[in-house]
């Protein structure tokens, strides 16, 4: 409960501050990306329940001959590199935190068909509402391979706490001021979780 108390009224607050911010960045996006100005996804929740998550789009809708969405490295174009660098498309998801679907600091929701392809162990990171950022986040975010993400997770389970939670918002800033982490080397933004194979490929088809 305290928990849920801190993250309304951080968001509602972040929400104020960022309002101009927002309504610039909206535009910015109608200009150049066109409509719609927001990406929607569902991603899972708490115990894997979904809701749709909200992000500022920072890729166009370019298709091939077949319908297909061309590759991530096709459709992320330099506005929304920036976008992301200064993680400006996340503010929207402020507003999955006033909903209670998210929480400041949890492990990132990722996409719903991951949910199978989870080994016991990585399946526990749903035992907690998931973040806008979080323990893997601060220490490598798209940088480093799923299994480093999905142990650090679990760690944060084991260990969750309040001045945790603070330690992890304070690192946050300084990654995002050192545009840290966004994407995968060699990639334009991260690679496709497999599973218990390991085997993964680039994910053309979704924003990370």
């Known amino acids: 409960m305290a928990k849920r108390v801190f993250d309304l009224v ?31 996804q569902k991603r899972p929740g708490l115990h894997g ?22 590759p991530d490295e096709v459709r992320l174009t ?13 503010l929207p998801q402020l507003f999955n935190v006033v909903k209670g679907e998210l929480s400041l600091v949890g492990p990132r929701p990722l996409l719903m068909e991951y949910l199978p392809r989870y080994t016991p162990r990585q399946a526990r990171r749903h035992e907690v509402k998931p973040g806008i950022t979080g323990w893997a986040q ?14 650090l997770d679990v760690w944060y389970v084991d260990r969750q706490s309040f001045w945790l939670d603070m330690k992890i ?8 001021i050192r545009s840290e982490g ?10 496709e ?13 979704k924003e990370a």
């Open 138 to 151: 601060v220490n490598g975010r798209n940088a480093i391979s799923w299994e480093e993400k999905f142990e």
């Open 49 to 70: 329940k979904p809701f749709y998550i909200y992000k500022f789009r920072t890729m166009t809708d370019e298709r091939d001959e077949n319908g297909e969405l061309l």
């Open 182 to 191: 966004i994407n995968k080397e060699g990639h334009a933004t991260t690679t």
């Open 78 to 90: 330099g506005f929304g590199r920036w976008l992301r660098r200064l993680s400006l498309d996340e």
């Open 10 to 40: 951080c968001a509602l607050v972040l929400l104020v501050v960022t309002l101009p911010v927002m309504g610039i960045t909206a535009l910015l996006v109608r200009i150049k990306l066109g409509s719609p100005v927001l990406f929607k």
């Open 193 to 205: 979780f497999m599973g218990q194979s390991g085997n993964t490929y680039q994910n053309e088809r």
């Open 169 to 176: 918002l304070w690192l946050t800033l300084f990654k995002v």
